[in-house]
C-alpha cells in the first residue's frame, strides 16, 4: 500500500517551548517541528528564522513580548527553505527594519523560491496554518557575502555564512560573548536531516567549523535545545552521522549501477537501523536520497524540486517500496 504523501497525515499538534538560553539568547522549539531564535540586546531585538506564516508566528512574538517591549529590528533567514521565511512579514509590525540573508540564499530565492514554496506546502500542511495569510516570498533587504556583525548595544551579534550543507546559502548566528549558536538546519537533533537541497560532499566539513566554535548552547534546526558543550557535540555527531551515512550508500548505489530505487532500498538498509525512530525520517529520506544520488553521480547544483516533481518521485518510490 502506498504510503500518505509526504507529511499529509501529520496532523497531531505539537507542544512550543519558550526557552532561556543565556542573558540574551532564546530558543523557540516545537517537538521536532522547525526551531526558531531569538536575540534581546539592549535597544532591539533579533529572530532567527520568522516560522512559516504571518500568523503562526505571532506565537513566537507573544512569547517575545512576554519578556521584552524593544522593537524586533532584525529578521535573520539560516536558509531560503518556506517554512523558514515566510512568516517574515508578522515583524514589520514589531519594529522589522531590515530581512539579512546570505548571498547564497538570496540566489536560490530569486532561482527556485517560488517553486519550493508550493512544493513545501503540499508536502506538510500541517506546518503552514493559515497559509493565506503568506502575502508572497519573503526577499531579504540585506544580503552579505560571508559575515556580518551586529551591535544590539554592547551585545556582539555574528551573523555568518561558514560553509554549504543544507544548502548553499546556509547562515548561522553566533553570540561569542555567551557562546551561544544558531545553526539552522545545519545541525539537527532527534529529527532527520532535510537533504533534499543539500550539499553533501560540503556539510560534515561545515559543521566541524560549527564544533570549533566550542558553543555552550546550541540551537539546531529541529529538536530540543542543547544546554552545554557535551551535548553540541552530540547533535554534531548526530547530523554528521546522517549525512555521512546517506551520502555513503548513494556513492555505493552509484558505483553498483544501482537506479534510483535500488538506490532507495539500499540506502533503507544503512539508515534505518540508525535513525528510522526519528521525527520526520519517513517525510525525509524519498527526497534526501534522491539528492544524495544525484549528488554521488556528479549533480552539483541541486535539481529544483517543484510540487509535480514531488508527487512523481514520491509514487515512483513508494509504490515499489512502501
Known amino acids: 500500500m502506498t504510503k500518505t504523501f509526504a507529511s499529509r497525515a501529520d496532523l497531531a499538534p505539537r507542544k512550543t517551548t519558550f526557552t532561556r538560553l543565556s542573558e540574551h539568547a532564546w530558543a523557540y522549539t516545537a517537538e521536532g ?40 529590528k532584525y529578521v535573520v533567514l539560516s536558509h531560503y527553505h518556506a517554512v523558514r ?31 519550493d514554496m508550493k512544493s ?24 552579505f557575502e560571508r559575515d ?7 551585545l556582539e551579534v555574528q551573523v555568518r555564512h561558514v560553509g554549504m550543507g543544507h544548502t548553499r546559502g546556509d547562515t548561522i548566528v553566533w553570540l561569542p560573548q ?11 537533533y532527534g529529527a532527520a536531516a532535510y537533504t533534499g537541497d543539500a550539499q553533501l560532499a560540503q556539510w560534515p566539513q561545515t559543521l566541524e567549523v560549527l564544533r570549533g566554535l566550542a558553543p555552550e548552547r546550541l540551537v539546531p534546526g529541529r529538536g530540543p535545545a542543547l544546554m552545554s558543550n557535551a551535548d553540541a557535540n552530540k547533535a554534531i555527531d548526530y547530523t554528521k552521522s546522517f549525512v555521512q551515512t546517506l551520502f555513503s550508500a548513494a556513492r555505493e548505489s552509484v558505483a553498483a549501477g544501482h537506479d534510483l530505487r535500488q538506490a532507495f532500498a539500499h540506502a533503507r538498509s544503512k539508515m534505518d537501523p540508525l535513525f528510522a525512530d526519528v ?7 524519498p527526497f534526501d536520497v534522491s539528492r544524495a544520488f544525484d549528488e554521488a553521480s556528479g549533480v552539483g547544483h541541486p535539481r529544483i524540486w517543484t510540487a509535480e516533481r514531488d508527487q512523481q518521485m514520491w509514487q515512483a518510490l513508494q509504490d515499489r517500496t512502501g
Open 120 to 143: 513545501e506546502i503540499e508536502r506538510f500542511p500541517r506546518l503552514f496554518d493559515a497559509v493565506e495569510s503568506v502575502p508572497g516570498l519573503t526577499w531579504p533587504t540585506m544580503v
Open 33 to 72: 517541528d522547525p526551531n526558531s531564535g531569538v536575540v534581546i540586546g539592549e535597544n532591539a531585538a533579533l529572530v532567527i528564522d520568522t516560522t512559516a506564516t504571518p500568523v503562526m508566528a505571532q506565537q513566537l512574538i507573544r512569547e517575545i513580548r512576554r519578556v521584552t517591549d524593544k522593537p524586533i
Open 279 to 285: 521525527f520526520i525520517y519517513e517525510h525525509c529520506l
Open 148 to 154: 556580518l556583525t551586529l551591535f544590539l548595544g554592547r
Open 85 to 115: 521565511v515566510l512568516g517574515a512579514s508578522a515583524y514589520a509590525a514589531e519594529g522589522a527594519q531590515e530581512v539579512i540573508a546570505s548571498r547564497g540564499t538570496y540566489e536560490l530565492i530569486v532561482e527556485r523560491g517560488a517553486q
Open 178 to 188: 555567551e557562546k551561544v549558536l544558531f545553526s539552522g538546519d545545519l545541525v539537527e
